[in-house]
């Protein structure tokens, strides 16, 4: 089966950084689009960030200029590197993978989370 599982997440002052990885692991063909969604308590969950196969990158507005996406396609894995914390950025950040199997079936795979908290 295929699993993605998140790490890096953490307490954190304002103005601070922390960086976020995800590797999938299990029978993968290819990997898609790669992204993080984060959903903050009474919110809905929302993209934070995305790069793509071919490496195009996409940011939601208020992380643009501070937070940066990449991927190393070698490890399956992706990074969030996230600097000039704000306290309105403290959500669960949540890895997403669109991937393909070695079966053909292509389908959208979720880490469990893990929790960014920043203080003032």
């Known amino acids: 089966q295929v699993r993605l599982v998140e790490s890096g997440g953490g307490l954190v002052q304002a103005g601070g950084s922390l960086t976020l990885s995800c590797t999938a692991s299990g029978i993968i063909f290819t990997i898609y689009t790669m992204g993080w969604y984060r959903q903050a308590p009474g919110k809905q969950r929302e993209l934070v960030a995305s790069?793509?196969?071919?490496?195009?990158?996409n940011y939601v507005d208020p992380v643009e200029g501070r937070f940066t996406i990449s991927r190393d396609n070698a490890k399956n894995t992706v990074h969030l590197q996230m600097n000039n914390l704000k306290p309105e950025d403290t959500a669960v950040y949540y890895c997403?993978?669109?991937?393909?199997?070695?079966?053909?079936?292509?389908?959208?795979?979720w880490g469990q989370g893990t929790q960014v908290t920043v203080s003032s």
């Open positions: 790069v793509a196969d071919g490496g195009a990158v």
């Open positions: 997403n993978a669109d991937i393909r199997s070695l079966r053909g079936t292509r389908a959208s795979y």
